[in-house]
Nanobody, 115 residues
Framework: QVQLVESGGGLVQPGGSLRLSCAAS????????MGWYRQAPGKQRELVAT???????NYGDSVKGRFTISRDNTKNTVYLQMNSLKPEDTAVYYCNARYYAFEYWGQGTQVTVSS
């Protein structure tokens, strides 16, 4: 059974930082491309960042230079370091694992940026 469990969300003031984690089980983690997506109320889910099995990264335009994705294959965990947070970063953040046609999602973690 595949499980992706996100943690680290919460309430933070504008300009602050958060670090999200996603612990994976039930997959060969090192073979999967991992990613973070987010969905704000009334909006479509959008790409935040991805990292391949070969640790190449890709970022959505709105987070470039502020967010950093990384992975630790020894812990089956992918991270999202979020700095200089803005109110428009408020959303539910979802972890994603992908290997060819196989794709899995976590349950999401809420990030709220507000003063």
């Amino acid at each position: 059974q595949v499980q992706l469990v996100e943690s680290g969300g919460g309430l933070v003031q504008p300009g602050g930082s958060l670090r999200l984690s996603c612990a994976a089980s039930g997959i060969i983690f090192s073979r999967h491309a991992m990613g973070w997506y987010r969905q704000a109320p009334g909006k479509q889910r959008e790409l935040v960042a991805t990292i391949t099995s070969g640790v190449s990264t890709n970022y959505g335009d709105s987070v470039k230079g502020r967010f950093t994705i990384s992975r630790d294959n020894t812990k089956n965990t992918v991270y999202l370091q979020m700095n200089s947070l803005k109110p428009e970063d408020t959303a539910v953040y979802y972890c994603n694992a992908r290997y060819y046609a196989f794709e899995y999602w976590g349950q999401g973690t809420q990030v709220t940026v507000s003063s």
